[in-house]
């Protein structure tokens, strides 16, 4: 459940904190105080973009923050599954920063992305707007809205028909590839051999380039490497008088001569013999090196060669040796289907007929299951309708085969409704009207909210285009979804505001000459005199009280049914 929303500086929200309880919370207040603000402002905390100009005072840090209460441990484990970490408690706090237009998102302290903020945020609660009503206008939103009903025993056929339908569709794609004529199909045999022949005759090596490369690179430059290293040679070898290990030889022999006289000169000594010796292997192993670059011009233009054959290989079939042996082995498997292409393509036929009737199979299954389940959701919002005061109501649901499998199966559902006694069922989208779709999507919700585990449901203005009766079966049916379901709700109307076990009046006042939006929750007391306000209007008299209060009343006993 959502216990706290704290809003700082977002659109009219100077700075509002607000604790929510169990069971029904209801918002109410005048014609722009604000309401859809803290709707606006529940949607930012949920990851929704921001809109323009939300952050009050520019300059300053917009502030959302979320605060809920998760006891459901199979809730908890699909948040730790999206890398969030709860509390031990249970707590998961959702915070967003605004500035600059830039938003900082965090879920317990540690920072997300808003798309991982909305994956979370769907686990916890359920957002129900007037915009979000007219998807039961949609045709292709119905099927979404049974598959959610019916998840456990859906999801995973679902799954098998998607798996199916990758199956099948990658081998129709290879038999498309190649679906050619005889003479295409034999140039691009011919030309395949060709490089194939071209590759294998190269016979290039892993790691062979490198070496070449690195073998020319010295042949290259070997004139100026010999030089280099010559006169490094004459001045640390012995050819000279003056050359280091000449030198170096030298002053040996006169510190023989005296290093039995002090225990210091014979340390010294040998310190001198140990360069001595480590001058002479330097010596010995640069004369083998420039002995190594001594190489005629055959071999020269052998390495060229090589080099040439190697870098045209790689120009042609990849930038990498292993790029060049990955084009061949597709070559020589093309080759092949090709050389024996009937054969193939008559074994290309056989696996894409087995994979479609898999296919098929596995979308026959999914498809008698949302029947079965489209029967069992049909039956409950139909139930929750006449709950709704439509009187003699029928709803139903109706299944089309599509004339290809896709991978979310083969059917093409929608819903359908009766309103009135004698009337033929017609598709839901063509025949209801505002009120009545605000009510049957109350139905679908309070039916959806029976199989899912989110712990809060928002309602922004469920009550659009009511009064009355349907007004009143609207209030109890909220009541009891919220028995089972924390429940937030905007009203207009006195019948669902008396329901409330949590009333909050949202008002606009002028502070400091801005004007702010506050949200205080309720006393019984102030609680039926906005229930009076909200049916009497300005004018609030005695009997207006009255009615209130007796709407109280009444809505109280209600809740105990």
Known sequence: MLLNVHIKNIALIDDANVNFTDNLNILTGETGAGKSIIMGALKIGMGDKLPKDIVREAGKEGFCQLLFLVDDESVLEQIRQLGVEPTEDGEILITRRIVNSRTINTINDMAVTAARLREVSALLIDMHTQHQQQTLLKKNEHMKLLDKFGRAAIEPLKREVAQRHADYTELVDQMDKLSMDEAERSRRAEFLKYQIAEIESANVKAGED?????????????????????????????????????????????????????????????????????LNDFNVELSNYMQSMNFDDSEFREVESRLDVINDI???????????????????????????????IAELSGKINKAKKLMIDAADKLSAERKKQAKLMCKEIKTALSDLSFMQVDFDMVFDRLSECTANGIDDCYFVISTNVGEKLRPLYDVASGGELSRIMLAVKSCMAAEDNIGTLVFDEIDVGISGRAAQAVAEKMALISRKHQVISITHLPQIAAMADSHYLIEKSADEGKTVTKIVRLSEAESITEIARLLGGASITDAVMSNALEMKQMAEKTKKY
Do not use: C, F, P, W
Request: charged residues 35%; hydrophobic residues 30%; without cysteine.
């Open 314 to 344: 790689k120009g042609k079939y990849g930038s990498t040796v292993d790029e060049v042996n990955r084009y061949l082995e597709e070559s020589k498997a093309e080759y092949e289907k090709l050389s024996e292409y009937d054969e193939y």
């Open 210 to 278: 490198e070496d070449i490369e690195h073998q020319y690179n010295k042949m290259v430059n070997s004139r100026d490497i010999v030089a280099a290293a010559s006169e490094v040679y004459s001045v640390t070898g012995y050819e000279n008088q003056s050359s280091a290990g000449n030198e170096i030889g030298r002053v040996l022999v006169n510190l023989k001569g005296i290093k039995e006289l002090d225990d210091e000169i014979d340390g010294l000594y040998s310190q001198l013999e140990n360069i001595d010796a480590l």
